[in-house]
């Protein structure tokens, strides 16, 4: 099985050549047979190809059976018109790769708020208030005077319905409930019509607890006591934001895994960004990137009937709970010495 591997911008080729090292080894040891098809996305094909996402790029995208998305510094890209595609919001497009799925799990024992965390954040990523994708033409976002700017933001019942089905799915097998996040205090229609959806799929669960927080009580509640939660579902910005947040209480950014999938295709990427402060220096944390690829493994076990493929995913996902058990294996981020790449080896040798 041959998986496209963009390793993007800044850290993402370090961080990428360290997840490769990991999975060669699980694919040896479980027989997966996979191979990878690797290709230059942003700032270097900006520079030698006139695109961030040349379209030959896209059309691999397009056949793969999955893919691996190092981050990608798109604060750098200029306009869309100069080149500047931002390839994780126009693979989720044109994929429809609407689920943003992002576990947040206290891997070091407790969090950064001395409690447990451990749940997972359902994030509807193609539309919402993301001005590069959510208008069919244009942008959701323009200045009608050079003083006043205007951002639209955009929920459709399919896709509310799409992302709670996705999250009540993963709540049956795992502690059963559902936290449904937004601001229907203020943003009355249209996070009433997410609120609707939710509801409607709830009763297909009747097994599943629903609960309704607003956002800026959700982002207090998870600091007091993350413990509280399983499964969020929530829009494309509060999924970004509590996420982030998430990850870093259950230790560190660096250490969440995440997939944005739909029912045909699915990627892995890192939660991160492209760190361009530490780029270079092998120092970057690979974990994220590593359990993103370890998701994709179970997406792929499930799609292709290959229980193989989920057993090498919870066997990479035990080695990096291994190694960050001891400070002497964890890299610098975690007060550890080890580098990126050195990481990496010592997290393929416990597979
Ligand atoms: P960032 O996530 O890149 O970095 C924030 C801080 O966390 C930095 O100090 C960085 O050194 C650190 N950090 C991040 N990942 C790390 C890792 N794996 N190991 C150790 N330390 C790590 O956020 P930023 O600096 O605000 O953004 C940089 C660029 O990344 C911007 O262009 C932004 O748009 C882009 N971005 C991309 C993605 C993505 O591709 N999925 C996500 C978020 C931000």
Same mark, same amino acid.
């Given at each position: 099985?041959?998986?496209?591997?963009?390793?993007?911008?800044?850290?993402?080729?370090?961080?990428?050549?360290?997840?490769?090292?990991?999975?060669?080894?699980?694919?040896?040891?479980?027989?997966?047979?996979?191979?990878?098809?690797?290709?230059?996305?942003?700032?270097?094909?900006?520079?030698?190809?006139?695109?961030?996402?040349?379209?030959?790029?896209?059309?691999?995208?397009?056949?793969?059976?999955?893919?691996?998305?190092?981050?990608?510094?798109?604060?750098?890209?200029?306009?869309?018109?100069?080149?500047?595609?931002?390839?994780?919001?126009?693979?989720?497009?044109? #994929?429809? +790769?609407?689920?943003?799925?992002?576990? &947040?799990?206290?891997?070091?024992? =407790?969090? !950064?708020?001395? *409690?447990? /965390? @451990?749940?997972?954040?359902?994030?509807?990523?193609?539309?919402?208030?993301?001005?590069?994708?959510?208008?069919?033409?244009?942008?959701?976002?323009?200045?009608?005077?050079?003083?006043?700017?205007?951002?639209?933001?955009?929920?459709?019942?399919?896709?509310?319905?799409?992302?709670?089905?996705?999250?009540?799915?993963?709540?049956?097998?795992?502690?059963?409930?559902?936290?449904?996040?937004?601001?229907?205090?203020?943003?009355?229609?249209?996070?009433? #019509?997410? +609120?609707?959806?939710?509801?409607?799929? &709830?009763?297909?669960?009747?097994? =599943?607890? !629903?609960?309704? *927080?607003? /956002? @800026?009580?959700?982002?207090?509640?998870?600091?007091?006591?993350?413990?509280?939660?399983?499964?969020?579902?929530?829009?494309?910005?509060?999924?970004?934001?509590?996420?982030?947040?998430?990850?870093?209480?259950?230790?560190?950014?660096?250490l969440a895994g995440?997939?944005?999938?739909?029912?045909?295709?699915?990627?892995?990427?890192?939660?991160?960004?492209?760190?361009?402060?530490?780029?270079?220096?092998?120092?970057?944390?690979?974990t994220s990137l590593i359990l993103s690829a370890a998701m994709?493994?179970?997406?792929?076990?499930?799609?292709?009937?290959?229980?193989?493929?989920?057993?090498?995913?919870?066997?990479?996902e035990?080695?990096i709970?291994?190694?960050?058990?001891?400070?002497?294996?964890?890299?610098?981020?975690?007060?550890?010495?080890?580098?990126?790449?050195?990481?990496?080896?010592?997290?393929?040798?416990?597979?």
């Amino acid at each position: 099985m041959k998986i496209l591997v963009l390793p993007g911008d800044g850290i993402g080729p370090e961080i990428t050549k360290a997840t490769l090292a990991v999975l060669d080894r699980a694919s040896g040891k479980f027989k997966l047979g996979l191979e990878w098809d690797q290709r230059d996305i942003g700032l270097v094909t900006l520079k030698a190809q006139g695109s961030t996402l040349p379209d030959s790029v896209m059309e691999a995208a397009r056949q793969a059976p999955g893919i691996i998305l190092g981050p990608v510094d798109h604060l750098q890209y200029p306009a869309r018109e100069q080149g500047g595609i931002n390839p994780s919001g126009e693979l989720r497009v044109k #994929l429809d +790769l609407f689920a943003n799925i992002r576990p &947040a799990k206290s891997r070091m024992g =407790v969090g !950064l708020t001395s *409690k447990p /965390v @451990d749940l997972v954040i359902f994030r509807e990523c193609t539309e919402g208030f993301y001005a590069d994708r959510n208008m069919f033409f244009g942008r959701g976002e323009f200045m009608p005077t050079e003083d006043m700017a205007i951002a639209v933001r955009k929920v459709t019942a399919r896709q509310c319905n799409r992302i709670s089905r996705v999250a009540f799915e993963w709540a049956r097998k795992r502690r059963k409930k559902v936290t449904a996040v937004h601001k229907a205090n203020v943003l009355h229609i249209s996070d009433g #019509l997410f +609120l609707r959806e939710v509801r409607k799929v &709830a009763q297909d669960y009747p097994d =599943v607890e !629903l609960d309704e *927080k607003i /956002v @800026d009580a959700m982002a207090a509640l998870l600091v007091r006591d993350p413990s509280r939660f399983d499964c969020i579902v929530t829009g494309n910005m509060f999924g970004d934001i509590l996420s982030d947040e998430a990850s870093e209480i259950s230790g560190s950014l660096g250490l969440a895994g995440s997939t944005m999938a739909g029912d045909e295709a699915c990627c892995a990427q890192a939660q991160h960004g492209s760190a361009p402060d530490i780029q270079g220096q092998d120092r970057a944390n690979p974990t994220s990137l590593i359990l993103s690829a370890a998701m994709l493994l179970e997406w792929l076990a499930a799609r292709h009937q290959r229980p193989e493929f989920a057993r090498a995913a919870q066997v990479i996902e035990g080695a990096i709970d291994s190694a960050l058990q001891s400070a002497d294996t964890r890299t610098p981020d975690l007060g550890g010495k080890l580098g990126t790449q050195a990481f990496a080896k010592h997290v393929a040798g416990l597979i």
